[in-house]
């Protein structure tokens, strides 16, 4: 149940519940009331039959001496010397007044307890009185409520749209007022300001030191040629190799984050492509003992297969490092699953995402935990699904799923199917 349901139960319980205590109050006091009334007529008509009776020794208006039917109650009291009204009950109720006069006699007068109970018409009057309040307290707390859950959801949705890396949407943001959803959406509203800020900053030094490292690190590569010693030359080459390759990783990154990244769709067989990169990763990065099964009929997809083989490159080369052969690629549809016999993923990394610059083999010195983050990158600008979980009986296993072919090849925007990184 959502918050405007809550606080319209809410709302309605409390609100039927001071319904029910007015309800009893109002009945219980009508029925004291009612009762002293009937006591107060009876009290006056004792004491106009007490003075005829003082002034001629005649008992007037249904006066009674000793009256064998008096209450015992009633009696009690009058023969302390105080007199008083009593009600009786029973099949026949009667209203008793009754007093002490001379020679220790007692004078009392009676009459039937009105037969006319308004007690029943009251409470369907009270009854129906709450219920059309309750009613009617419950719809003005749906609106209410209805007014509330706007608004929260807005900021919601803003916030959801930053967590998802987007521009902050100041307009949906309730900033307005000095309530607590308003200074909700006024925190929100600072926090995307200062995480835009940040995150913009974050990519434009990445960008920059990619852009500057870019220069020397080729020029470093080519010095390293000029160098005599074979295995100094060798270990010149890789370490500068190595930057290099960090350079242009972390400039595909500044790119992706960016979101200037475009995919180019062309109609392509599924089944050829994943083999075809397959065997090009053969022998690169590691990657050794590849088995590709085909299941079903060969799709032809509208992808971008330059995107895709960086994809596929990425997690065979993680796999290769951090997992075990044989490694699997299996095609169905237009999903490729690809899955090894290691270890598996890190949890963090399957509930999280991965995460740049963090690599699962630390001890190792290798890696930058960039292959997996720039393979998420370019699923987003594939529109694709990309999915990291636990294979059936141990080993990692990453599952690409392609969107459907369109009409026809076309230009691409970045997001268009979005990417889960965290998946079973």
């Known amino acids: 149940m959502g918050i405007r349901g809550r606080i319209a139960l809410a709302i309605s319980f409390v609100t039927a519940l001071a319904v029910v205590v007015l309800g009893v109050g109002v009945h219980h006091l009508s029925a004291v009331g009612r009762d002293q009334q009937a006591r107060a007529f009876q009290d006056g008509l004792l004491s106009s039959a007490l003075q005829i009776y003082q002034r001629d020794s005649v008992l007037a208006l249904g006066a009674q001496l000793d009256d064998s039917a008096l209450p015992l109650p009633l009696a009690q009291a009058v023969s302390k010397g105080r007199s008083g009204t009593y009600i009786s009950g029973g099949s026949d109720p009667r209203v008793w007044a009754a007093t002490a006069v001379a020679d220790d006699k007692i004078l009392s007068v009676s009459a039937p307890y009105p037969d006319r109970d308004p007690m029943p018409a009251l409470d369907k009057a009270l009854v129906v009185a709450g219920v059309a309040t309750v009613a009617l307290m419950a719809v003005v707390a749906w609106f209410v409520a209805q007014s509330l859950s706007r608004r929260l959801r807005h900021s919601a949705a803003a916030a959801r749209q930053i967590a998802e890396g987007g521009p902050p949407d100041t307009d ?102 994943v083999r075809g990169i397959v065997k090009r990763a053969q022998g690169q990065r590691g990657v050794d003992d590849v088995r590709v099964e085909v299941v079903g009929e060969g799709r032809i997809v509208a992808t971008d297969a330059r995107r895709v083989e960086r994809i596929l490159v990425n997690i065979l080369a993680n796999a290769a490092k951090h997992g075990r052969p044989p490694i699997e690629v299996t095609v169905e549809d237009t999903r490729i699953v690809v899955r090894d016999h290691g270890e598996g993923y890190p949890p963090e990394l399957v509930s999280q995402g991965p995460r740049r610059f963090r690599t699962a083999a630390p001890e190792r010195g290798t890696g930058h935990g960039l292959g997996l983050t720039i393979a998420v990158g370019q699923a987003v600008v594939l529109g694709a699904r990309l999915e990291f979980g636990e294979a059936e009986g141990g080993g990692a296993r990453a599952v690409l799923e392609l969107p459907e072919a369109e009409d026809g090849p076309g230009e691409s925007p970045a997001g268009a199917a979005g990417v889960t990184a965290p998946g079973p």
């Open 172 to 273: 949906a943001l309730v900033t307005a007022g000095r309530d607590e959803v308003a200074e909700l959406g006024r925190s929100v509203h600072l926090m995307a300001t200062s995480l835009a800020a940040r995150v913009q900053a974050e990519r434009e030094f990445t960008a920059d030191v990619a852009h500057e490292l870019r220069t020397p690190v080729a020029g470093l590569v080519a010095s390293a040629e000029l160098l005599p010693h074979p295995r100094a030359v060798e270990m010149v080459r890789e370490r500068a190799q190595t930057m290099r390759s960090l350079v242009e990783d972390l400039l595909e990154v500044s790119r992706l984050d960016s979101g200037v990244e475009r995919a180019q769709l062309d109609p392509v067989e599924l089944p050829s492509l």
